[in-house]
């Protein structure tokens, strides 16, 4: 049995490794790269975005790791085996790779209107990349015997999303990969996972800036009682990037608020929404339907 002195849970929990997190500038990816800088690891940030990027690059350096800014968009054939080998290039190797970049495009609408260019617009944001960065990493982290593959999943993936069908097939399609290729280098030193989001403050959904009349409802919506911060994600990250995770293997871990364990999606008279009472209680067209009591 190991001594206490020698529990994965004792220090920095990345000391000494090498990151390399896509999306790197977004809210999720920026918070996941300054988790891990404060446990010790030095950071490539790879974005689309320049000036979010080098802002990101500046807080890593501030906690006193390395830190390098790529700025690259990631969809295009090759792109993200490219940026993988800069960042090896830039750093000598890549410990934990964070395939953070996803984004369902807004293309919300019914399927049979859906085109082929969407669908390989979606199937490039969100899992096309995925396979490159990683197939693209795992061989240093197989020769070195240790690596972390951490890939970013929905609750959409585990559950259904009406009008975002195809969005929700490339987020299972990483739940699938996830599992498969964990359990394929599982006994190589390598760890395979994801994490599945819900209901966080990010960029690609305007951080939830809703009407504050709305605030009361999100206790309904969301039963951990609030919306997340990135933070609150990248904890999930840090973990699955830690030895504390070496006994977890081709999971996707849901970091949700509860949102997937307590239900789905819900018709409403404006549209298909996963906020059930929105539209009931603020939408004129939900007026000839009644209202709901007042929550209190």
Not at 115 to 139: C, F, K, M, V
């Amino acid at each position: 049995m190991a001594s206490d002195t020698a529990a994965p849970w004792n220090g920095p929990l990345a000391a000494g490794r090498v990151a390399l997190v896509t999306g790197g500038a977004g809210s999720i990816g920026a918070a996941t790269c300054r988790a891990l800088a404060d446990h010790g690891a030095d950071v490539v940030v790879a974005d689309v975005d320049g000036d979010r990027t080098e802002a990101v690059v500046k807080e890593v350096e501030a906690r006193g790791r390395r830190a390098v800014g790529l700025v690259a968009d990631l969809t295009p054939d090759g792109a993200a085996q490219k940026v993988v080998a800069d960042a090896i290039a830039a750093m000598g190797r890549i410990d934990i790779l964070v395939n953070n970049l996803g984004h369902h495009l807004a293309l919300a609408k019914p399927y049979e209107e859906s085109t082929p260019a969407e669908w390989d617009q979606l199937y490039r944001i969100n899992l096309l990349h995925t396979l490159g960065a990683s197939h693209a990493a795992l061989p240093g982290m197989l020769e070195r015997g240790w690596g972390r593959i951490i890939n970013f999943s929905s609750v959409e993936g585990m559950r259904s999303m009406p009008h975002a069908s195809v969005y929700t097939a490339f987020k299972g399609a990483i739940n699938s990969f996830t599992k498969s290729l964990g359990v394929e280098v599982a006994g190589r030193g390598v760890r395979v996972n994801a994490v599945a989001v819900d209901k966080t403050r990010s960029y690609q959904v305007n951080f939830y800036e809703y009407p504050e009349e709305y605030d009361r409802h999100i206790p309904i919506w969301v039963p951990a009682g609030h919306l997340a911060d990135a933070e609150q994600v990248a904890s999930v990250v840090l973990f699955l990037a830690s030895e504390l995770s070496e006994w977890v293997v081709g999971q996707t871990i849901p970091a949700d608020g509860g949102t997937l364990a307590a239900g789905g999606w819900y018709r409403t008279p404006g549209k298909w929404t996963n906020s059930p009472l929105l539209h009931q209680y603020f939408e004129p067209d939900s007026a000839r339907l009644g209202r709901p009591p007042t929550f209190h």
